[in-house]
């Protein structure tokens, strides 16, 4: 999985990783949250789409923990039964600390329903790049915001810091992978990860 503030270049290393690991035959699927399956890209426009502004934190929660639960029962298990690696652009840790550690949800509670939402299935690796808020903002500068994004400037300080202050205090399948720097220095920390699974 790879995580991280807005910004940070995840779906550009997803694209990255993915071709890499087909060089070595590796057969891969890349999956986004939210999203990935019908009733997940519903769920994702309500809560991506500006106009749904009265959406509270503990109703997104329930939200981004439905679209996982079905992205995780109808395909990420079945892929990785027939020996598919899943690659993913967020997970988790997205919902602890957007709508937990910065949205105020109780983090214990938000814990529980992602053990819920996933059946208790976890990465094998885990990579949180990281980018302060100002790097992941004049990265997205050129198109519009979203409705999580739209939350401000102190909303997005404070989803980089728990970012930062979470993937830190972790160890075993976390990676903390410093991502302000150019395109193919991130690519190379990913791989250097990555290659350790193979
Ligand atoms: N969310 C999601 C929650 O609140 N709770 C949850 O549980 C979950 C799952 C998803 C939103 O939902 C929130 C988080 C998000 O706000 P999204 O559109 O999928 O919305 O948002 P992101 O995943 O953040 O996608 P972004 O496109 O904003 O960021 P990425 O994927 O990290 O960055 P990327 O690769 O698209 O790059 C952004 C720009 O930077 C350039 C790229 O070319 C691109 O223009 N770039 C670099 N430039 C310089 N140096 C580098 N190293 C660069 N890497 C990329």
Redesign the pocket.
């Known amino acids: 999985m790879l995580d ?10 997803v694209q990255l990783l993915t071709e890499q690991l087909a060089k070595r035959g590796i057969h891969s699927i890349s999956l ?3 999203g990935g399956t019908t009733a997940g890209e519903v769920i994702r426009s309500l ?2 789409e500006r106009r749904q502004d009265k959406l509270t934190p503990v109703a ?1 929660t329930f939200l ?1 923990e439905a679209a ?1 639960a079905q992205l995780v029962e109808e395909i990420v298990r079945p892929a990785l039964q027939s020996g598919t690696w899943v690659i993913c ?4 840790l ?2 602890l600390v ?2 937990g550690y910065a949205g105020g949800v109780d983090p214990k509670a938000i814990e529980l329903m992602s053990k819920v939402a996933t059946g208790g299935l976890q990465p094998d690796l885990y990579l949180v ?1 990281w980018v302060d808020a100002a790097v ?1 903002i004049a ?2 500068e ?1 198109r519009q915001a ?1 409705r ?2 739209a939350k401000g400037r102190r909303f997005i300080e404070a989803v980089s810091a728990a970012y930062k202050k979470l993937a830190r205090g972790k160890h075993g399948k976390y990676a903390f992978i410093e ?5 193919e ?2 690519r190379t920390q990913v791989w250097k990860q990555v290659e350790q699974l193979l």
Do not use: H, I, N, W
């Open positions: 991280g503030p807005d910004g940070a270049g995840k779906s550009t290393q986004r949250e939210p809560l991506l997104e981004f996982r652009d967020r997970f988790t997205s919902t957007y709508q790049l992941g990265r997205r050129a979203d999580m994004e991502a302000g720097g150019l395109v220095g991130v």
